[in-house]
């Protein structure tokens, strides 16, 4: 008996054992698995915060390159044109960097399309960036006041460019304007914004105003109409009033009778 309970002790005790070195060995994965993923998340970190770095030539030879950049600038836009058309047609002539052009306002737009026009969009005026001065200079001298297209079906047949080069014009000259009317625009909308409260704020003080008069002119009105009928109303007779007429033709009555 006593060998048989040591015996079953050391099963016992072997399956204790083995339950251990299997936690053991369940946590070591996961303590693995959370050291993997603490690895992935610093790593990721880091990616995140590397910067890139441009070094002096690189910024010197990029600031050399917009010096040499020329700048033409488009006074009218004809109908049916974007800047990818702008883009397209000019860069025959030479590399083009950089196009921006002016859409037109819209409640011209609005005005057009009232009227029965195109509702499509269009601009006003533009301007385009060459990647040389000289063939910026060049391509204005040669295209200004020139047919766009000499093809009868083209849908730009009979218009007409109207280019000008601009003389010690910089890109960040262009972004410095657009930003400042940007800002003016922004300044004006917000002014235009306080000044309708203001008079929305006015307007609904003038209507309480007016309730409240025409209230009190409503209880006044009431007060004379409440005044008026008291004054009209009769006393209630409550004994026979005696003017002499009665009387008289009582005695009559009984003179008659004797």
Known sequence: MASDFEFEKEVVGGEDETERSSDITVNDVTNNETDD?????????????KVFKLSLDKTEDFNEKLRKRGVVYLSRIPPRMNPTKVKQLLSEFGVITRVFLVEEDQSVRKRRRKNGGSGAK????????????????????????????????????????????????AWSHLTEKVAYERRVREQKLRVELMH???ENAEYVQLVETGKKLDKIEERRKKRKAS????????????EA?????????????????V
Do not use: C, M
């Open 37 to 49: 993923s603490d690895e992935e998340n610093i790593t990721t970190s880091e990616k995140k915060r």
């Open 122 to 169: 269009r601009y006003v005026e533009g301007w385009v960036e060459f990647e040389r001065k000289r063939i910026a200079k060049r391509v204005a001298a040669s295209l200004n006041n020139t047919a766009i297209s000499n093809h009868k079906r083209n849908v730009h047949y009979g218009e007409l460019w109207n280019l000008k080069y601009l003389h010690k014009f």
């Open 196 to 198: 309708a409260r203001k």
């Open 227 to 238: 005044s008026i009928s008291v004054s009209r109303k009769q006393p209630r007779q409550i």
């Open 241 to 257: 009033i005696d003017d002499g007429t009665t009387t008289a033709t009582k005695n009559e009555i009984l003179k008659s009778l």
